[in-house]
């Protein structure tokens, strides 16, 4: 028999008879469902089979929940099982695929090899026809020495250490609501949350309806979507240690029968008052989690980011695998480090999914194409970013999809109040990337979905750090990585976000349908970027508003945009929204010719001029050449130009400014 950890129930019915063949039942039931093992292994079960009760065999020293049994107690145990030293052990359970793996995991540990679970255990030989027996059976006891494989378990201190280090990976077999803390265990005495940095791969998805495990291709997307690098070092966990198990017998289907189980798990873990944890998606605190998501474990045996993958075609296991879009056929589809910045950004943005697109436009465009058809409408605020505008205007308007502007003040019934039958989408960006208005983003979302609209914001001034539109009811978050994110102007790509499974999907039909596509050298460069983006966007923040703060005192100023300025306008819808700010804002001239502002730029030496932002660099430009296309032009006292704050000393930068206020007043009146 090959060294699979399973075997199915037709080979254990045709090798049932076997002299070195054991066959045990290993069910367990949760402490709260009211059901009895023993009892129900008296009634039914497979014919010879003996019954291993998982609270009997186990440390009698510990207060804690079926723990590993010492050596000798598993030996003098086994032993009245019937099992001896070359025994071919089979164990199954009544849930299909529970417990069984618990069993099978103890065998192991105990450096016994040929031990297999029941694939579907004991529902599919019921549901085959299969012979059954009833009553208490007593095997003659066999010689089974115990021989300790201590690589495949793992203690507290242990797991400490693995926490610290990062050279193992920790996966936590839970429901996702047990993982984040958001719903309650079967203990009230145990905190909730998870152990820092652990990936969670919730036990009921590797398994089939049927009871059965999943097929590998599921069984390796299971681990690969949480994160998992399948090649470096894990420990699993769980409750108390019995769908650990079942998540090392997955990864042992895999290939990975090195794989360790934390014997004390989250029952241990969650009951003391000395041990870390953290509630929520796996990370921790945000600059943590944006520093470490996407980074491949057991990373100090390896660089520090992960591999640039590149390639066209991608050479499959089988044939079956060819057309199964589940797994990477096709390098346009994303190769590791796509996969490596995905998996971050969907930490960045709290959602369930991100795509990548070559621009932060294609993003934009993209993510509107996805959900847009002919006879639909779409309400875009009329401060929207004007590569955004050319688009509806030229491409959407073309293929039959209207297209309405509305002033980005416009509260949120009367912008509801314009929305007719065939509004499809509302398109929000707030702030405004030159006049920096803001919107009320709750506000908006909270009716447009009572309403049965889909809405979209341009979060790039907030780089999805400062304030995440999908916490906030938006369904697509979208920003241009070309800025904050990537962080060094040397690179171009865009993201969409989303919590909804069916916008997800509709997102990837608009990338393969379009031909989309980024490189893996600049999803490394982005992902890289994205490692600093808290600890640069702190410093765009400080050195902006001091930079604001000192404009709002020079006489040639009228007024100051910037929404995290106190008594700027929105500054109350800024403050009750947004974690922080970014970088750019944009400042009114008192009354001038454009001739003035020229001036005011041309002398500038530390400020570029040249459009973006978001990156090291402090830029310039003045906004009034793009205001002609607004269907309402700002009435600003006069000319508007925008400021990008870089990283350079605020001071320099001041100074700067100031040099440009000088040259203006030496300039002769036209």
């Given amino acids: 028999m090959a060294q699979d950890p399973l075997v199915a129930t037709a080979w254990l019915a045709e090798h049932l008879d076997d002299p070195d063949l054991v066959v045990i039942d290993a069910t367990w039931f949760m402490p709260d469902v009211g059901r009895d093992a023993r009892a129900e292994y008296a009634q039914r079960h497979i014919p010879g089979a003996v019954?291993?009760?998982?609270?009997?065999?186990?440390?009698?020293?510990?207060?804690?929940?079926?723990?590993?049994?010492?050596?000798?107690?598993?030996?003098?145990?086994?032993?009245?099982?019937?099992?001896?030293?070359?025994?071919?052990?089979?164990?199954?359970?009544?849930?299909?695929?529970?417990?069984?793996?618990?069993?099978?995991?103890n065998f192991r540990v105990m450096g016994h090899g040929a031990v297999f679970v029941l694939d579907g255990g004991l529902p599919c030989w019921i549901a085959e026809g299969r012979p059954l027996e009833t009553g208490w059976r007593e095997a003659p006891h066999g010689d089974f020495k115990a021989r300790l494989n201590s690589s495949l378990v793992r203690d507290l201190e242990a797991v400490r250490e693995a926490i610290d280090s990062g050279r193992e990976q920790l996966i936590d077999a839970r429901s996702a609501g047990r993982f984040n803390g958001t719903a309650p265990g079967p203990r009230a005495d145990l905190r909730s949350g998870h152990m820092p940095g652990a990936r969670n791969v919730p036990w009921s998805d590797l398994i089939s309806p049927d009871g059965a495990l999943r097929p590998d291709a599921d069984l390796r997307a299971a681990f690969l979507s949480a994160g998992v690098d399948l090649a470096a070092p894990i420990t699993t966990s769980c409750g108390s240690g019995i769908t650990a198990a079942l998540a090392a017998l997955a990864l042992a289907?895999?290939?990975?029968?090195?794989?360790?189980?934390?014997?004390?798990?989250?029952?241990?873990?969650?009951?003391?008052?000395?041990?870390?944890?953290?509630?929520?998606?796996?990370?921790?605190?945000?600059?943590?989690?944006?520093?470490?998501?996407?980074?491949?474990?057991?990373?100090?045996?390896?660089?520090?980011?992960?591999?640039?993958?590149?390639?066209?075609?991608?050479?499959?296991?089988?044939?079956?695998?060819?057309?199964?879009?589940?797994?990477?056929?096709?390098?346009?589809?994303?190769?590791?480090?796509?996969?490596?910045?995905?998996?971050?950004?969907?930490?960045?943005?709290?959602?369930?999914?991100?795509?990548?697109?070559p621009s932060g436009l294609a993003a934009m465009t993209g993510a509107m194409l996805a959900v847009l058809k002919a006879g639909d409408e779409v309400l875009v605020t009329d401060a929207v970013y004007k590569p955004t505008r050319r688009f509806c205007d030229r491409v959407l308007t073309r293929f039959g999809v209207g297209v309405r502007y509305y002033a980005p003040r416009t509260a949120p019934d009367t912008l509801m109040a314009m929305a007719g039958p065939a509004t499809r989408l509302i398109v929000m960006e707030s702030p405004g990337s030159l006049t920096l208005e803001m919107q009320d983003v709750p506000a908006i979302a909270g009716l447009a979905r009572s309403r049965g609209l889909l809405t979209l914001m341009d979060n790039t001034w907030a780089a999805s750090l400062h304030f995440k539109p999908l916490d906030h009811g938006v369904d697509l978050s979208v920003q241009a990585l070309t800025k904050y994110v990537a962080g060094h102007s040397d690179v171009f790509m865009g993201c969409a976000a989303t919590r909804d499974p069916r916008l997800a999907e509709a997102l990837d039909h608009a990338i393969w349908d379009f031909g989309w596509a980024v490189s893996p050298e600049d999803a490394y460069q982005v992902l890289r970027g994205l490692r600093t983006l808290p600890t640069r966007m702190a410093r765009h923040q400080a050195s902006g508003l001091t930079i604001a703060a000192w404009l709002r005192g020079q006489p040639r100023i009228a007024q100051i945009l910037h929404p995290a300025l106190p008594g700027s306008p929105d500054h109350e819808l800024w403050r009750r929204d947004y974690a922080g700010a970014a970088g750019l804002f944009s400042v009114v001239f008192e009354p001038c010719p454009a001739r003035a502002v020229r001036v005011f730029l041309d002398a500038l030496r530390l400020f570029g001029l040249g459009f973006s932002w978001g990156g090291f660099e402090s830029l310039a430009l003045d906004c009034d050449p793009q205001f002609g296309v607004r269907v309402q032009r700002p009435a600003f006292a006069g000319p508007a130009v925008r400021l990008g704050i870089g990283l350079e000393d605020p001071q320099d930068l001041i100074a700067d400014l100031q040099r440009g206020f000088e040259a203006m007043d030496q300039s002769p009146p036209e």
């Fill in 51 to 105: 019954f291993f009760g998982i609270d009997e065999i186990c440390d009698p020293a510990s207060a804690l929940p079926h723990m590993l049994s010492p050596p000798a107690d598993f030996a003098v145990a086994a032993r009245r099982l019937g099992v001896n030293a070359a025994s071919r052990v089979v164990v199954y359970d009544a849930h299909g695929l529970f417990s069984a793996p618990r069993v099978w995991w």
């Fill in 253 to 357: 289907k895999l290939g990975r029968g090195d794989v360790a189980v934390y014997d004390g798990s989250w029952v241990e873990w969650g009951a003391r008052n000395d041990t870390r944890m953290e509630r929520g998606g796996a990370g921790g605190a945000e600059a943590t989690r944006v520093i470490r998501s996407g980074r491949p474990p057991g990373h100090f045996s390896r660089t520090v980011g992960p591999s640039i993958e590149k390639g066209s075609t991608v050479l499959m296991p089988d044939a079956a695998s060819l057309y199964d879009h589940r797994q990477a056929t096709y390098g346009r589809g994303g190769l590791a480090t796509h996969d490596a910045l995905m998996s971050a950004l969907v930490e960045l943005e709290s959602a369930a999914a991100a795509r990548l697109f």
